[in-house]
């Protein structure tokens, strides 16, 4: 009988134990997320999203709540321009050459140099070597803000006169095509030295799409 006791005794004593780690733990478990909770509540580096505010899918272009309200507006007018039936080419080739200016000196919207503004706007069959002329030309000091804590002084497009607007014939690979060449002047939100000039070439592509294939910061561009 005293044996009995003795097992009744252990077993209670086990339990006791069984419950008392059991407790331990839950304690540390919930300090231990409520910690982790509170981190990454209150951590300031939350990286910096970007949404996709409007799409035109024949084209793929798109706008982003992360673009600058000036681009915005030139965005409304170019989907305007591609909407009607027919198309002015003209208009549509001078809006692409604005779109593509504004959207590449406005560095302040981007999010680092891989991020890289008119490349929607660029012929496809350049865009390797315009990207490349970006990330290690124009953007090469961009400061990356993927977490929203940029410190630096960048240009912002904050408006776009249309100077002139004429026929031309471009050497695309080994073809002559058609196109339009674009003279335009820049406005900065700040002066910080960014070309205020700008003549762009813009060819039309097979898929109807009139794209970048030229750009020069001056009024008065050469050609080999």
Request: charged content about 35%; proline content about 3%.
């Amino acid at each position: 009988m005293a044996r009995k006791i003795r097992t009744e005794q252990e077993k209670k004593k086990s339990r006791k134990r069984a419950l008392i780690i059991i407790l331990v733990l839950l304690v540390v478990i919930s300090i231990g997320a409520a910690l982790i909770i509170k981190v990454f509540k209150d951590d300031p580096k939350q990286v910096v999203k970007v949404n996709v505010l409007k799409q035109n899918d024949k084209y793929g272009y798109t706008l982003t709540d992360n673009d600058s309200d000036y681009f915005k507006d030139e965005f409304d007018k170019l989907i305007k321009i591609i909407d009607n039936d027919p198309v002015n080419e003209e208009e549509y080739a001078t809006q692409v050459a604005r779109m593509f200016t504004i959207d590449l000196f406005t560095m302040s919207t981007k999010i680092n140099k891989y991020d890289i503004g008119g490349y929607e706007y660029y012929h496809s069959t350049k865009k390797d070597v315009f990207e490349k002329k970006v990330i290690y030309g124009l953007y090469e000091t961009l400061l990356d803000n993927t977490y929203g804590d940029r410190n630096q002084e960048l240009p912002e497009i904050s408006n776009v006169e249309t100077v002139s607007t004429e026929k031309t014939t471009y050497k695309l690979d080994t073809n002559e095509v058609d196109g339009y060449l674009v003279k335009l002047k820049m406005t900065y939100q700040k002066d910080l030295d960014y070309p205020e000039e700008a003549s762009i070439v813009v060819c039309k592509e097979d898929n109807g799409r009139w794209s970048v294939v030229d750009f020069q910061p001056t009024l008065n561009p050469e050609y080999k």
